[in-house]
């Protein structure tokens, strides 16, 4: 049986706390269902089980997330036969860490990040590797203690350029909530004939070509990029792309598609090459999964780019 998983992430008094409290007290979602609650971190507020709709709720305090494992995890729910888990994270840590722990048989259902408004930013130029571990793959975020004075267009920059399909609210100090309708419109035309990336763009592209793949099939690209051989890759094949930090120099990666091309051998690895190329939509087993298909219309040589290294 599939155990549902409930994930609320953010920093210290982020308003992770009081969202549980209330979503717990509500009956629409606590409706009966036996729940073990995970808190991995104890700010200011605690809570208050009384108010809790129904008496089906067991909380388990966490003094160390690291020491966590699949078996102890697996051992507090069943002492509860709780059948979902809310899990209140420890913003110190990574998620993926947490969820490299998770028994086979827990199912990450939902994961929302919380912010105060007023020291998101901070936490952003100062730990920015935890804010993109945070944002990265959650489905929303909600930036509460917002004020009239507020920079919401701040806030939004910050998340787009981590995460462009979460949802993003904004929760005033009286309770109000406003969502974000900012649209981010991309700096190349997916609708012409031949999208024309630019040097600057690529990981822009890179990841609006992942995240929204049907986009993209059928259509006509051409880019810069650097020249890679893999043997993950069949003859007649080379992987073009480029270097891509995220959030910092340690998690610098190589970031590219397979790209069929009968002269594919003749390229030097790591060489600098502009790539037209038609995109289809199918499985490889570099990808393990469907995924974007290169078929080289032209493959030509080109100066090398100005920045060895691009960023969202």
Known sequence: MAIPVYVFTGFLDGGKTRFMQGTLEDSRFNAGEKTLLLVCEEGEEEYDPSTFAGKNVYIEVIEDQDALDEKSLEAMRKKYRAERVCVELNGMKLISDFYAKLPKSWVVYQEIMFADSNTFPLYNANMRSLVVDKVGGCEMIVFNRMTEDTDKMELH?????????????????????????IEDPLPFDVNADIIEIQDEDYALWYRDVTEDMQKYSGKTVRFKAQVAHTK??????????????????????????????????????????????????????????????????????????EQDVVTF
Request: aromatic letters at 10%; glycine letters at 6%.
């Open 157 to 181: 920059k910050i998340v787009r350029g981590i995460n462009r399909r979460c949802e993003i609210a904004y929760e005033a100090e009286d309770g109000s909530v406003e969502y974000d309708e």
């Open 232 to 305: 993950k890759v069949e003859k007649g094949c080379f992987v073009p792309g480029r270097f891509v930090m995220t959030c910092c120099v340690d998690d610098i990666q190589f970031m590219g598609f397979v790209c069929q091309y009968d002269r594919a051998e003749e390229l030097e690895q790591r060489s600098w090459v502009e790539v037209t190329a038609k995109i289809s939509l199918r499985y490889h087993k570099l990808y393990k999964e469907m995924g974007p298909v290169l078929t080289a219309l032209e493959v030509k040589p080109a100066q090398k780019a």
